[in-house]
């Protein structure tokens, strides 16, 4: 394959990898902004399907990556790939941790949906837990840093 090849399959992966992960964070945004559980479980729902265009995009730009690298004589230990990586852990535990909390939220909201959809008190604190949104907001920004290191790639 050519170098232009996989450039392109890595771009691919990058643009899935962001538009999930932007969808994802959209629709969680959107679910905060209403009240009856069943408009909250249908948002939370929606972003279920984004998770695998999230997981494949990012598999595939990574993949990708390591052979455009390698094609291209950057090295592994490069700056701004060491800190891609470390950005890409951050985002393996940190999205494990804030989508477990998610999707508790999502399914309190489809039980109180289910049980005649009434807005109550535990379904927006858990959607406006601060914790939670410092862990989304911190996951959105090392995907905004990814992109920023991977244009410009600092010192290569």
Known sequence: MSDDGILFLHLAGGFLFVGGSIAAAVLRAAAMGRDRPSEIALLL????????????????????????ADRLGYGLGAGWLSATFALLAWIGVVGAVAGRQDRHTRELAERLAADGDVPGTELPRRLRDPLNLALNASLLAAVTAIVVLMVWRPGA
């Open 45 to 68: 729902r929606a972003v279920r399907p984004a998770v695998p265009l999230v997981g494949g995009g990012l598999v595939l730009a990574v993949a990708m990556g390591f052979w455009l």
